[in-house]
């Protein structure tokens, strides 16, 4: 395994009541750090970000998520603690797969009407990208989480909405329907860590993961 990760240096400050250990939340047990959040996921290029940001309008009220946050989740791990990350950096390592070329394809929605959390662009189905996926949840398992039994479906998330207006959103769905990318290689995943601020998490790269394997 390599260096310890050094998560959080010259990282943004927790809020208040962000993830914690148990115990230190409901007891204020002292010399107890709190987790962190993890995620891997593959970072989307300037050019394509460039692009998904022409389309980051016409919701008011969208908290549109800024170039350097845009990315593909390959896995949210959530809150963590030190040991279990580097568990985890040692496991991703591990995690050998191909190069990949992947495209983004439509745009969608999450939540119901009335309840739109985000709006998102998609990503073409391929069976390298979901084989890394998989690779990353067997990482996870392997350091020592649960299983996440949720349905992976791989996108780009371009805005935080407060239940925007359905018809604004159905709009605007309608507008960006046909989006689509040209394929981008991609020849490394990260993982990362969240941390939140006043208005919505920001990112940083924690370790980065060659694809060079099979």
Known sequence: MGARLDIGKDAPA????????GCAERLGCKGLRALIRLFAALAVP???GEMLQRRQQGLPGARWRPLESLHITLRFFGGVSETTADDLDAELGQAAAAPLS???EGVGAFGGAGAVRAVWAGVAADPALEHL??????AARRAGLKPDRRLWRPHVTLAYLNGGEPARVAAWIQAHGLLRSPPFACRSFGLYSSWLGDQASSYRLERSYRLDGG
């Open 14 to 21: 927790r809020k208040a009541g962000q993830a914690v250990s």
């Open 46 to 48: 300037p050019e394509v």
């Open 133 to 138: 996926a998989r690779r990353c949840e067997r």
């Open 102 to 104: 992947v495209a983004l």
